[in-house]
């Protein structure tokens, strides 16, 4: 089971949750986003400077109906390995991701394609990204596009047949390790953790990510 922490900008807090053994860690490139990473370079150059800390932890660019220059400049400078769409990026759009790579003008990322949920969600919207996409991100249906602290009912998964393995998203915190011991569903691949675990947006309280992760290693879900 894969661990992603995501919502990260604070080069210390990196550091100190890199030491846990995290499976991923996201930046997030959407402006109105009280996580967004910002204008400056700073946290560019720490990471370019950085980059043997990270170990075999991938750093995932978070976007939102992106241009195509804004990803490719984010990629560059952050040293991205996994891009994680969180608008209404068309399948279309992940294609030409795709092309790109192939063409060797991107480098071989992994895409994840996130899908607010509600009770009601169509699962036959995400048919169509089968196969332009390494993972799914399953969160809480929201304008805001993520980091509101709210989860969904799990049970709705269960109308879930694909066989993209997806991230489990939304309101995951602290308290949440009882009910991931329960979940069950063959696509499950990895957790996302964000707001519930935060000091302030975009600031990370590392003691409960630790404890949290023990809990889990204890029951044996990562």
Known sequence: MKLKVCGLRDPENIRALLELGLDYTGLLFYPKSSRYVGEDESLADWIARSAAL???TRRVGVFVNAELELLLNAIHDYGLQAVQL???EQPEYLAERRRCARLGTLPQLELIKAFGLHRDFDFGQTEAYAGACDYFLFDTHSTARGGTGQSFDWAVLDRYAG???FFLSGGIGPDSAEALTRFRHPAWAGIDLNSRFE???GLKDVDRIRQFIQQLEKTEVI
């Open 54 to 56: 990270f170990g075999d």
């Open 86 to 88: 969180h608008g209404d």
């Open 163 to 165: 066989e993209t393995p």
């Open 199 to 201: 000091i302030e947006p």
